[in-house]
Nanobody
Framework: VPLQAFGGGLVQSGGSLRLSCVVS???????IGWFRQVPGKEREKVSCINTYKGSTVYADSVKGRFTISRDNAKNTVYLQMNSLKPEDTAVYYCVADRHRNCDYTIWLYHFWGQGTLVTVSS
């Protein structure tokens, strides 16, 4: 499993969490991103980073609250989530690809990490 996601949990509305996605080995990835899913609802692309350009993409619903970043020395991509809202409650998945960029539908990426549950209480 080349991706491992950590950091989910229970937090009150307005609080913060940081998700981590650890990339195992050297995979020469073109993009790493996060999407979320709530049972019975459509998947939502949350954020993505193009690894070569360093450009980032955010869903409108999280702009200004979430920040994606990477630490190349630790082979880790982070999703800092601030000002969390109950509607952010979901299972968050880290995904990555060797060929596609962040314009793509990221849940079709080749590599998936396990989901991590984020629960925001009101």
């Amino acid at each position: 499993v080349p991706l491992q996601a950590f950091g989910g949990g229970l937090v009150q509305s307005g609080g913060s969490l940081r998700l981590s996605c650890v990339v195992s080995g050297t995979l020469d990835l073109t993009a790493i991103g996060w999407f979320r899913q709530v049972p019975g609802k459509e998947r939502e692309k949350v954020s993505c980073i193009n690894t070569y350009k360093g450009s980032t993409v955010y869903a409108d619903s999280v702009k200004g609250r979430f920040t994606i970043s990477r630490d190349n020395a630790k082979n880790t991509v982070y999703l800092q989530m601030n000002s969390l809202k109950p509607e952010d409650t979901a299972v968050y998945y880290c995904v990555a690809d060797r060929h596609r960029n962040c314009d793509y539908t990221i849940w079709l990426y080749h590599f998936w990490g396990q989901g991590t549950l984020v629960t925001v209480s009101s």
